[in-house]
C-alpha cells in the first residue's frame, strides 16, 4: 500500500506542469539535502566542541543543559518549515482503500521524513564524537566510554524528536499555541540570560537522568507510543468533507487600509497583498517565518570564531527573510486569479512594480529592524545589516522578481488549513535562487575584508545596492520581457490549480 | 468593432480553433453555443490575450491585441473563477476591480446599488470571503465585476450555468439593458434557450469551426435543438 501511494506522488511529480524545472529543483534539492547530510555530521562533532564550559572537560552536562531549547525549537521550527505529507486524501476516501491505511500511510511516512533523517544522523555523530577519543587532543574528558552508557539517553532523544514529528500533525491548525510556545521559549531564555530565573537547572538533571538510568526511557518511548495512537485515532475520526477536512470559514470586516493610498498607482496592489498575507494562511504562515530569519544573525554571533565572511553573510540575511521567502513566489501567489490580473486596465510593468515595491518595503522594514537588534552586538553588526539590506533592495529585489517570471509552480492559497491537503516540504527553488544571490556579496565582502577591512566591505556590498536602486527603470524593462514572453505558459500552468 | 480573422489554435497535432472570418459590430449581443471542446472559451481567451492564437489575428476596436495593452481599458471579462480573488470581500473585490478602472469609492457604492436586487442579499455584508461563497454567489460576484466602469466591451464565458432560476432571469434582463446602452456584450453557453433569448446574433462552433451564424428570430432555437439533436 505504502508502494501504491508513493507510486502515485511519483506520477504527480513527473507529469507536473514544465518537468524541466521540476527536474532541476529537484537537483537542487538534493544537493542541499547532501549540504545538510554533511553538515549535520559535522555539527554532531563541533557540538562537543562548544558545549564545553570554560575549564570543564566534559561538554555532557552543558549539552543536557540545553537539550530543552532544542526540542522546543524543534516544535515551532516543524511548526512552520516542516509540512505534513501531501497526498491529495479526499479523492481516495471514495476508493477501497480503508480510511485506516490512508492515515497509517500518511503518518508512517513522516518516520522518515528529511527533518528526522537528519536530525538522527546529526545524533549518531553526536555519538561517535562522545564515546571516541579523537579529541584528546583538544584535553576533552567525555562522561561516557561506550555507547552502552548511552543507550538509554538516546532512546530518549529519538522518542523526542517523533514526538516533536507527531506533535506537529495536532498543532497544524493551531497557530495561537505555537505562537505561545515560541513566546514561552524567548522568555524563558531572556530570564536565564538575565540570571533571574533558570530553568535549565531543574530540566539538566532531567534529561542527565536518562543517562544515570537507562531504564527510565521506558516513559518517553510509552509517551511516543501513546501520542501516536491518539493521532491516528484524531484524523481516522476527522476524515470526513465536513470535519478536519473541511477548511475553517473565517469572516471579516472590510478592511480599506488607506494609509497604503501614498504609494499612488502601486497602492491598489499592496493592499491586495496585505490582505493576502493577513488571509491566507499559507501566506501568513510564510511571513511569520520570514521575521524569524531576523534572529539569524544570533547563530552567527554565538559562535564567535567563525570566518568573518561567514558573519556577513549571517547579518545580510537579516533582511533577507521577508524577500526570500515571500518574495521568491511572485507571481505565484497571485495563481488563482492571474488570468484577472491580464485583463485589467493596467500596465503590466505597474502589477510588477508593486510587487516590487511590497518587497523593498518589508525589506527596509526588516533592515530598520536589524539594525536595532544586532545594535548591541557593536558597529560591525550594524553596518553589514544596513550593507546586506541595501544589496537585498538593489540587486536581489531584482534577481527574485526576475526568477518569479519562471516560477510556474501555482499555489493554493485555500488548502494549506489542514495537513493532508498542503503542498511542498521543502522550498527548493527558494533555496535555488539564494545561491547567486548570497554568494556574489559575500565573496565581495571577502575580498574587501580581507585587503582592506570590514568596513570598506560593507561599502563595498552597499554600493552595489544602491547603483541598482539607480538602475531601476532598465532593469524592469529587462524583468518586463521577461515576463510578457513567459505570460501564456505561465497561465496555462496556472489553469491547472 | 471586434475582427477575428483567420485565427487558428493548435496544441501538438490537434487543431482546436479555426475561425476564418468573424467581425461584431458594436452594441451587438452575440452568442456562441457549441458541445464541449468546441472552442469558445479558447476563442474568448484568444481575444482577451490570455491564449496566443497560432495564426490570425485578433483586432478589438482598432487595437491589436497581441501587440498592445490598450484593449483592456474598454473591456472586461468573467470566464471563470479564477477571475475572483479568494481572500477578499465582495465588496473589497469590486473596489479593487473599480479602483483599476479608475472609479473612486463613492461612484463603486452607488453602482453596487443597482445590483441590490440582483445579489438578493447574499452578496453584500456578509463578511464572508469570495472563497466561501456558494458557486453561484461567487458567478453573482464575478458577472458583476465585469460591469464595472461603463466597458464598451464585456466577455462572459457560461454566464447562466449554475445560476438560480431567479438571477438567470435577472441576469437576461441585465444583459439586454447592457445592449441597448451600446455595450458590445459576447456570451458563451451550453443552454440554447438563454442565448436566443438574450442574444442577437449566435454562432455556432463545431471543433473550432464556425458551423453556423444566425441572426436571431423566432425559428433560431428550433433551428439549433434540430442541429444538435443531429
Known sequence: ?497 | MIEINNITKKYSKDTVLDVLKLDIPDGQTFGLVGNNGAGKTTLFSCLLDLVKPTTGKITNNGVDVKESEEWKKFTTAFLDESFLIGYLLPEEYFYFIGELRGLRKKQIDDFLLKFEEFFNGEIIGKKKYLRDLSKGNQKKAGIVAALIGDPKVVVLDEPFANLDPSTQIRLKQIIKELSSSGTTVLVSSHDLQDVTEVCKRIVLLEKGKVINDINTSNKTLSELESYFKS
Open chain 1, 1 to 497: 500500500m505504502f508502494l501504491k501511494f508513493t507510486y502515485l506522488q511519483w506520477k504527480s511529480f513527473f507529469r507536473g506542469e514544465d518537468i524541466g524545472v521540476n527536474v532541476l529543483t529537484k537537483v537542487f534539492k538534493w544537493f542541499w539535502i547532501i549540504y545538510f547530510t554533511i553538515m549535520a555530521p559535522m555539527l554532531g562533532f563541533l557540538t562537543v566542541i562548544v558545549f564545553r564550559e570554560d575549564g570543564e572537560v566534559d561538554p555532557f552536562p552543558l549539552l543536557n543543559k540545553n537539550l530543552i531549547y532544542v526540542l522546543i525549537y524543534l516544535v515551532v521550527i516543524r511548526y512552520f518549515i516542516q509540512k505534513v505529507p501531501v497526498i491529495s486524501v479526499r479523492p481516495l476516501l471514495l476508493s477501497p482503500i480503508s480510511k485506516s491505511k490512508i492515515v497509517r500511510y500518511a503518518l508512517n511516512k513522516t518516520i522518515f521524513s528529511f527533518y528526522n533523517v537528519v536530525v538522527i544522523l546529526y545524533l549518531i555523530f553526536l555519538n561517535i564524537a562522545l564515546i571516541s577519543d579523537i579529541f584528546d587532543e583538544y584535553e576533552l574528558q567525555v562522561v561516557s566510554t561506550s555507547f552502552y552508557d548511552l543507550i538509554g539517553w538516546n532512546l530518549m532523544l529519538i522518542s523526542l524528536i517523533y514526538i516533536t514529528n507527531y506533535l506537529n500533525f495536532l498543532l497544524d491548525k493551531k497557530d495561537k499555541l505555537v505562537y505561545i510556545i515560541g513566546a514561552i521559549l524567548a522568555s524563558v531564555k531572556a530570564l536565564e540570560y538575565y540570571e533571574i530565573v533558570d530553568l535549565t537547572e531543574y530540566t539538566q538533571p532531567l534529561f542527565y537522568a536518562f543517562y544515570t538510568y537507562p531504564f527510565l526511557s521506558i516513559a518517553p518511548i510509552c509517551l511516543l507510543i501513546y501520542l501516536y495512537v491518539y493521532v491516528f485515532k484524531f484524523f481516522r475520526k476527522g476524515l470526513y468533507i465536513d470535519s478536519s477536512l473541511k477548511p475553517k470559514i473565517e469572516t471579516s470586516n472590510v478592511e480599506n487600509f488607506e494609509w497604503v493610498d501614498r504609494f499612488g498607482d502601486m497602492a491598489v496592489f499592496i493592499k491586495n497583498d496585505i490582505r493576502l498575507i493577513k488571509r491566507s494562511k499559507r501566506a501568513r504562515g510564510t511571513v511569520t517565518g520570514g521575521a524569524f530569519v531576523l534572529l539569524y544573525g544570533f547563530l552567527f554571533y554565538l559562535v564567535p570564531d567563525w570566518y568573518e565572511f561567514f558573519q556577513f553573510f549571517g547579518y545580510m540575511f537579516v533582511s533577507g527573510g521577508f524577500l526570500f521567502l515571500f518574495g521568491s513566489f511572485v507571481p505565484s501567489w497571485d495563481s488563482q486569479y492571474y488570468s484577472l490580473m491580464m485583463c485589467q486596465n493596467i500596465p503590466y510593468i505597474n502589477y510588477i512594480k508593486s510587487k516590487w515595491m511590497l518587497v523593498v518595503i518589508a525589506t527596509a522594514l526588516s533592515t530598520l529592524l536589524g539594525c536595532i537588534i544586532y545594535s548591541f552586538v557593536g558597529l560591525n553588526a550594524v553596518c553589514a545589516v544596513l550593507a546586506g539590506g541595501l544589496y537585498n533592495i538593489g540587486a536581489n529585489g531584482y534577481l527574485t522578481l526576475w526568477a518569479g517570471a519562471y516560477t510556474k509552480t501555482p499555489i493554493d492559497l485555500n488548502s494549506a488549513q489542514n495537513p493532508f491537503g498542503d503542498t511542498k516540504a521543502i522550498n527548493a527553488k527558494t533555496l535555488l535562487i539564494s545561491i547567486p544571490q548570497m554568494i556574489l556579496p559575500i565573496a565581495l565582502f571577502g575580498i574587501c575584508n580581507n585587503y582592506y577591512g570590514w568596513l570598506t566591505g560593507c561599502a563595498a556590498v552597499a554600493s552595489i545596492g544602491i547603483l541598482g536602486i539607480l538602475l531601476k527603470n532598465v532593469v524592469f524593462e529587462l524583468i518586463l520581457k521577461a515576463y510578457k514572453s513567459e505570460k501564456y505558459s505561465t497561465l496555462k500552468a496556472y489553469s491547472k490549480n
